[in-house]
């Protein structure tokens, strides 16, 4: 029962900051200016983050198997890389 509410209580985590993800690039799409585009999609890489955080502490504790974790994990890998040049090169745009 212990585990079950752990392990609900990290899923909840990935599925508020994975969520979170897509909520700020939308807001990024609607920015009033370059500098708030790069703020929202900014604060949505910080999200994927700690998404990827949450991904990881499930799979070491093994709540997701090896493969699920790791192939859950490229995704938001693969997010974090997107996310990351996009900021990148607005700020050097800027």
Do not use: H
Not at 10 to 25: D, E, F, H, M, Y
Not at 29 to 53: C, H, P, V, W
């Amino acid at each position: 029962m212990v585990d079950e509410k752990r392990e609900f209580v990290i899923s909840k985590q990935v599925l508020r900051s994975g969520t979170s993800i897509g909520a700020n690039v939308k807001e990024a799409l609607r920015g009033q200016s370059r500098a708030d585009f790069a703020a929202k999609m900014n604060i949505a890489l910080k999200e994927a983050s700690e998404t990827e955080y949450w991904l990881e502490l499930l799979t070491e504790s093994e709540y997701l198997t090896e493969s699920q974790g790791l192939d859950i994990l490229a995704d938001c890998q693969e997010i974090i890389k997107l996310l990351t040049s996009i900021v990148k090169t607005t700020y050097s745009n800027s």
